[in-house]
């Protein structure tokens, strides 16, 4: 069987700054050679007139101790490159491209599917100049340690008359981290530029998700929502853009619960596949992880535009 090898120069140094777990610092990842690759000197990343953004979640089931949705962006023409090389390490590997699961592989203890896995990551830190991660993770205990106007307001109730407007969604965590990662791949479109998602979701969340994409594009308060462009739900099994997607938010969720059982926000770093799968991190924002602190830190953020909120409604 034929192997693929890939080279990467990669330092050592992966920042990890969490937000707030354990009293630590506000945390993201960032690894520096790829950085100054992505990220030129005078602070403005580079951009792509179209953007389409392939995005995966785990931890939405009944018990999850965190829920993470993460995946990757890039160009069209990159993600044409990326899946003719993600085909060929599969087949290499023997793994017809419909049977790859990532959710079930990290879980094997087989040399045979340690080294595709690897080979995969590594195939995605060749491509670090140009397909980026994202990713976004709640506690979900946390989430619920709020109270319900809280949980509404964080979730997409609106204000109208001094008071809260909408459901919102109190009962559904994965609703911060979703918005997260909207709004971050959208700072990265130029004017004039759209991002159109694809999800590799079941049909419980697809239906959700398009009713929050909506949602989003309708409300004049959200970030850059004119770069918001479409939604679509492809079949993971014939999208290997997906399958990457699956790979990094199922390797996060793993990360999550490690960091949560030792209580070691910000000083174990990542290693091992999930260290490459990160090396086309542009900004240390486009990866957060929060809890209860940084929860409140977020209400605190967005309080001036509450009280905008509040002057327009009693203005009408």
Same mark, same amino acid.
């Given at each position: ?16 700054? @969490?937000?707030?777990?354990? #009293? ?7 690894? +520096? ?6 990220? /030129?000197?005078?602070? *403005? ?12 979640? &785990?931890?939405?089931?009944? #018990?999850?101790? %965190?829920? %993470?949705?993460?995946?990757? !962006? ?7 490159? !990326? ?9 290499? !590997? ?6 790859? *699961? ?30 980026? =991660? ?5 506690? %979900?205990?946390?989430? @619920? &340690? ?8 964080? $979730? ?13 969604? =109190?009962?559904? =965590?994965?609703?911060? /981290? ?40 309708? +409300?004049?308060? $959200? /970030? ?28 996060? @969720?793993? @990360? ?10 910000? $000083? ?17 924002? +486009? ?12 209400? $605190? ?16």
């Amino acid at each position: 069987m034929r192997r693929v090898r890939v080279s990467v120069a990669l330092s050592t140094r992966v920042v990890a700054v @969490y937000h707030g777990y354990g #009293g630590k610092a506000d945390v993201c990842f960032a690894i +520096d050679e790829f950085a100054e690759m992505v990220h /030129p000197r005078d602070g *403005h990343p580079k951009i792509f007139a179209m953007i389409d953004a392939y995005l995966d979640e &785990s931890g939405i089931h009944d #018990g999850a101790a %965190v829920c %993470v949705v993460a995946g990757y !962006f890039a160009g069209r023409g990159q993600w044409r490159k !990326f899946e003719k090389a993600w085909r060929r390490v599969l087949d290499d !590997f023997g793994m017809p491209l419909e049977e790859f *699961h990532a959710k079930d592989l990290v879980k094997k203890d087989d040399p045979k599917y340690k080294e595709l896995l690897d080979s995969l990551a590594l195939l995605i830190a060749r491509f670090a100049e140009k397909v980026h =991660p994202i990713s976004a993770a709640i506690i %979900v205990e946390e989430f @619920y &340690s709020f109270s319900l106007d809280d949980r509404k307001f964080m $979730t997409g109730a609106t204000l109208r008359n001094n008071k809260l407007v909408g459901s919102g969604s =109190p009962d559904k =965590p994965y609703y911060i /981290p979703f918005q997260h990662c909207l709004k971050r791949v959208t700072e990265y479109a130029p004017v004039g530029g759209k991002v159109h998602f694809f999800f590799g979701l079941g049909h419980t969340f697809s239906g959700y998700a398009l009713s929050l994409f909506e949602q989003a594009k309708a +409300d004049k308060y $959200t /970030p850059r929502r004119e770069c918001l462009g479409d939604i679509d739900f492809p079949e993971a099994k014939q999208t290997p853009q997906l399958q990457a997607a699956d790979f990094l938010v199922h390797l996060s @969720y793993l @990360y999550a619960l490690k960091m949560i059982k030792y209580n070691s926000w910000g $000083t174990i770093q990542p290693t091992g596949p999930l260290r490459y799968a990160l090396a086309g991190t542009m900004r240390e924002e +486009d990866h957060v992880y929060q809890n209860r602190r940084a929860l409140e830190q977020t209400i $605190t953020k967005g309080m001036p535009e509450f009280y905008k909120r509040i002057q327009e409604s009693e203005s009408t």
